[in-house]
């Protein structure tokens, strides 16, 4: 079945250090992966996708398909990355139940 | 340009009460998705919508809900014989072509609350 696991329901950091969100899918297949968020009274919107290996306002995100994982990392957190994170897998998008990001001075 | 538009921003019900809630996608996009935000449960993929083929239904959770899309546009969610468990912000999204790659555009969600 598919499925996306982010284990950490609140990830609470201090401002400049570094940030590491968890998730891990079930996947049969290759599969595409992507981070949305979510700031207070927005919209959910794409952060980043596996495939455009790319950095989002410091964000990265590696796919490790031996662990299955798909963590999206920050060196140093700003107080603007506070928001929901959610990982998800392919088209129609199989979400996690997101990880609540706090970033506190 | 305009973003995924949808209504009610916020629909209260009673229970037993049938809802319809809309969205309406970006000009051009040919596929759509509904999906469920409630406390606990993350987001929960409800239907899917690509051009004219048959959607995929496997994520409602009961008969009680169903959806159509109009003319490849505009999508109604209908919820029949509302449930409190139904109680949750209902998100729509678009894409371009439904490609699995696709960047999916969120609306702003309709909040249910069913009493």
């Known amino acids: 079945a598919q499925r996306v696991t982010q284990p950490e329901k609140l990830l609470s950091v201090f401002k400049g250090a570094p940030v590491e969100l968890k998730c891990n899918y079930s996947y049969s297949g290759s599969p595409e992966l992507f981070w949305y968020v979510q700031y207070s009274r927005q919209r959910l919107q794409l952060l980043l996708r596996h495939i455009s290996r790319e950095s989002i306002k410091g964000f990265t995100a590696d796919l490790n398909k031996g662990e299955t994982s798909f963590h999206l990392k920050k060196p140093f957190a700003q107080e603007e990355d506070s928001a929901m994170y959610y990982c998800?897998?392919?088209?129609?998008?199989?979400f996690g139940k997101g990880t609540t990001l706090s970033v506190s001075s | 340009g305009a973003g995924v538009s949808q209504s009610p921003s916020n629909k209260v019900t009673e229970k037993g009460k049938d809802v319809e809630l809309r969205c309406d996608p970006i000009?051009?996009?040919?596929?759509l998705y509904w999906y469920r935000q409630s406390l606990g449960q993350g987001l929960e993929f409800l239907i899917y919508?690509?051009?004219?083929?048959?959607?995929?239904k496997s994520g409602l959770p009961s008969d009680r809900f169903s959806a159509e899309r109009t003319g490849g546009s505009v999508s109604t969610l209908t919820i029949q014989r509302t449930q409190q468990e139904d109680s949750a912000v209902y998100l729509c999204?678009?894409?371009?072509?439904?490609?699995?790659?696709?960047?999916?555009?969120f609306g702003p969600g309709t909040r249910l609350t069913v009493l």
């Open positions: 998800a897998v392919r088209a129609a998008l199989i």
């Open positions: 999204a678009s894409s371009y072509s439904g490609h699995s790659t696709d960047t999916q555009y």
């Open positions: 000009s051009g996009h040919t596929a």
């Open positions: 919508f690509q051009g004219n083929s048959a959607p995929d």
